[in-house]
């Protein structure tokens, strides 16, 4: 079982920058590939940022791309997402994702393909 908390959401203006936490409890993040996804109100969840648990391999959707930075910290139990230049689009309930994989380099973007999810963080940027 692993569990999943995020914090470091808020209100930012356009142009701002946050950064994400995602706090791990229950196991070691050891063949956890981590995730990050969004969820803005009306529309579906969607895939924002991923990275396979050795860290050599992350993925991005294309609307993040040169934006937001995802990292982790294995021995810390913490992944990160790193958001800058953000736009009022981004505004969204954030949510960590895990799932155990042995893959070095497997980097899952779709939501059936976790198995772990935290509560979420809201991220609000105002124009």
């Known amino acids: 079982q692993v569990q999943l908390v995020e914090s470091g959401g808020g209100l930012v203006q356009a142009g701002g920058s946050l950064r994400l936490s995602c706090a791990t409890s229950?196991?070691?993040?050891?063949?956890?590939?981590m995730g990050w996804f969004r969820q803005a109100p009306g529309k579906e969840r969607e895939f924002v940022a991923a990275m396979s648990w050795s860290g050599r391999t992350t993925d991005y959707a294309d609307f993040v791309k040169g934006r937001f930075t995802i990292s982790r910290d294995n021995a810390k139990n913490t992944v990160f997402l790193q958001m800058n230049s953000l736009k009022p689009e981004d505004t969204a309930l954030y949510y960590c994702?895990?799932?155990?994989?042995?893959?070095?380099?497997?980097?899952?973007?779709?939501?059936?393909?976790?198995?772990?999810w935290g509560q979420g963080t809201q991220v609000t940027v105002s124009s």
């Open positions: 994702a895990a799932v155990f994989s042995s893959n070095t380099h497997r980097t899952p973007r779709t939501v059936t393909e976790y198995n772990y």
């Open positions: 229950g196991r070691t993040l050891t063949s956890v590939a």
